[in-house]
């Protein structure tokens, strides 16, 4: 093609394509000269690139090759073409990310400005930067023996931040609340106890950035009191000392301070690391230092946030209302939520219909560490959840419906957490460096004993330098939830002696895998742990049933001896196995079985729905419609 044939087609004058051509470097051509293939490909990127020259564009990351095409004024085509040159495989419709974005503008010598948006977050193409962080309000937790105080002093606080109110307005309660001060803003969380507290992280909400712990100054360290300090370690929150009622007359917080530095919480006047402050929510005596102080712990801990991405947050308490329909307490951990955004919490989903703050107040939107109750969600979620702004109704909807198939299918079942089998397996494979252990025990005494003998173990050499034992939680009497919360978040090992499992944590620990292992003798527990800081536990062996038999007949073989003709019922009978007889529902026996015969043969075992002749060791005395039940020791873990 010649050069006044080539400048007629792309529309530009003969005389305006030879300078093109020789600026791109195509030397010596006239208006009739000839044009290669290659030549005319080095014209349209020369021309190309003149008219990107000093061009900008802006994008969030998320602009797919058709969006950027238009931007650029260039074909989706020629877009492709130099992304594939770049290495970079992309169709008209694809995203192709911030990365890949900036690497396009750069070969085409096109100013780019990466701005991030909602959308860029919500699509993964934009990263927060410690620039963008900004500080929060800390999130504090009151905890505290039952009677301590812990409401007066919450109370106290409250109707002093009611005072900067206008007359009349109502307090909600929807799980928080935010206390204005001058120096700054703080979050209390409205929980009944450690229990809530350990249940919420336990489903991965972490939402307590300080706890401070109540204590009477007349009553001093209770068994709630420990339970919450062992808690609030697991968690790994620092604690507040709030010793109460000092206006008592009987109040001796130098006492309270003793007992509570033999749980590791120092008081800093004494050496140690942890704020003790004498208070009375009933006078008011010491409250504002104890938020002063608080605002200053959360401003040495660097808490921050992003409030221009999109919301993150975790609910607090939920419910129906005839009119509201679910309702959801809110705290905001990161980010804005604001109305009409969509959310997916749980296993539900919605739009942000409405929000209101803890005096009632509408609010437009909700930054980090704000809490807020929250209308527009599909159906009813469970306090932990945790939600999330998406980008549409059917992104929303798409993954609620994916996180109820997921626990109809069960793979939202927890799985199991820890046994001695796990550590042993783990400390072999170098993967465990500590022995997590709860205790409970049947009094003093015996826990005393057990602590110290544990304690030594994990302080002895061995072979397994590095591996250490933490009792977190030594408690008397029964093994409660709070202890299978404990274990289940903390993965650690429970272990009883001489007491008893209540039946709300049997069933807890078997929804959450928890394994729980009881001992009647101190032997055996020190025994069982001291083998599994060394790995080398050796599987032990239990006492399982293996079959049942129902008693049909007596035989008088002698003048004290009687066999029972028996049908088996459940199993097998085995001989030489260990036997117990069930009488109206009572164990009236137990010894060995000896003799075992079908019809006039003595045999090794009995099938289910076989008739058998069954002799027993020193027992004679067989009833009609006895049940005989036959045990065998099997190594522990065996399926019989």
């Known amino acids: 093609m010649r050069v006044y044939q080539y400048a007629r087609q792309i529309k530009i004058s003969p005389k305006h394509l030879m300078e093109i051509c020789e600026k ?15 030549e005319i490909s080095i014209i349209k990127e020369y021309i190309k690139k003149s008219k990107l020259a000093g061009k900008s564009i802006v994008s969030d990351g998320t602009d797919t090759v058709g969006e950027l095409a238009s931007k650029l004024s260039i074909s989706a085509a020629d877009i492709i073409k130099q992304l594939s040159d770049l290495g970079i495989n992309a169709k008209i419709n694809d995203r192709i990310g911030t990365d890949n974005i900036k690497k396009l503008c750069d070969a085409l010598g096109i100013l780019v400005e990466i701005r991030k948006t909602k959308e860029s977050y919500l699509a993964g193409t934009a990263r927060e930067t410690e620039k963008e962080l900004v500080p929060r309000a800390p999130v504090v937790t009151v905890m505290g023996h039952v009677d301590h105080g812990k409401t007066t002093i919450l109370d106290f606080i409250r109707k002093s931040n009611v005072a900067a109110r206008e007359f ?72 507040i000392v709030a010793v109460n009622k000092i206006d008592k007359p009987n109040a001796n917080p130098d006492a309270v301070r003793k007992q509570l530095s033999n749980y590791g919480l120092v008081p800093e006047e004494w050496g140690g690391q942890t704020v003790f402050l004498d208070v009375s929510g009933v006078t008011g005596q010491n409250i504002k230092e104890l938020l002063e102080i608080i605002l200053l712990m959360g401003e040495m801990m660097e808490l921050r946030a992003n409030p221009e991405r999109p919301a993150e947050g975790i609910v607090l308490e939920a419910y129906l209302h005839k009119q509201k329909g679910p309702v959801i307490h809110l705290l905001v951990q990161n980010g804005t939520l604001n109305i009409g955004d969509f959310f997916v919490c749980g296993t539900a989903w919605g739009k942000v219909r409405a929000m209101f703050d803890e005096n009632g107040n509408r609010l437009e939107k909700a930054g980090p ?48 957490q820890i046994t001695l089998e796990d550590l042993q397996r783990q400390i072999v ?57 404990l274990a289940v978040c903390s993965k650690a090992l ?9 039946s709300k944590a049997e069933k807890l620990a078997k929804q959450q ?82 003799s075992l015969k079908r019809f006039k043969n003595s045999v ?34 065996t399926k019989v």
């Open 24 to 38: 791109a470097g195509i030397k010596g051509k006239t208006y009739v000269s000839g044009l290669k293939d290659e």
């Open 604 to 637: 090794r075992e009995v099938g289910v729905n076989t008739e058998c002749g069954i002799g027993i060791s020193n027992f004679s005395d067989f009833q009609a419609g006895d049940i005989i039940q036959a045990y065998q020791k099997v190594p522990e873990g």
């Open 168 to 239: 009349g307005q109502i307090t909600q309660k929807i799980g928080a609340y935010r206390v204005n001060m001058k120096e700054g803003t703080i979050v209390f969380i409205d929980t009944p106890g450690h229990e809530v507290f350990t249940a919420m992280r336990s489903r991965g909400a972490s939402l307590t950035d300080i706890v401070v712990l109540v204590v009477a100054a007349d009553e001093g360290v209770k068994q709630q009191t420990v339970e919450a300090i062992n808690h609030c370690k697991a968690a790994g929150v620092p604690i």
């Open 429 to 485: 494979q170098g993967s465990l460096k500590e022995l997590k252990i709860i205790l409970k025990t049947d009094s003093i005494g015996s826990q005393e004993a057990i602590k110290s003998s544990v304690e030594k173990l994990g302080a002895r050499d061995s072979d397994k330098p590095g591996i250490t034992v933490n009792l977190i939680h030594c408690g008397l009497g029964t093994v409660n939830e709070s202890d299978i919360l």
């Open 369 to 416: 560490s704000t809490p807020v109750e929250l209308l527009g969600a599909s159906s009813a979620v469970v306090p932990g959840d945790k939600l999330a702004v998406v980008g549409s109704e059917a992104d929303a909807r798409k993954s609620a419906e994916a996180k109820i198939q997921e626990q109809k299918s069960g793979q939202d079942k927890a799985q199991k």
């Open 494 to 502: 429970i272990v009883g002696y001489n007491v008893g499992i209540d």
């Open 513 to 594: 895998g928890i394994e729980i292992k009881m001992y009647r003798l101190v032997y055996d527990l020190i025994e069982d742990v001291k083998n599994t800081l060394e790995g080398m536990r050796k599987p032990q062996e239990v006492e399982v049933m293996v079959g049942q038999a129902l008693v049909k007949q007596i035989f008088k073989i002698g003048k004290n001896q009687s066999v029972a003709g028996c049908l088996v019922v459940d199993g097998k009978i085995v001989r030489d196995a260990r036997i117990k007889i069930v009488r109206n529902g009572r164990f009236v026996f137990e010894g060995f079985l000896t």
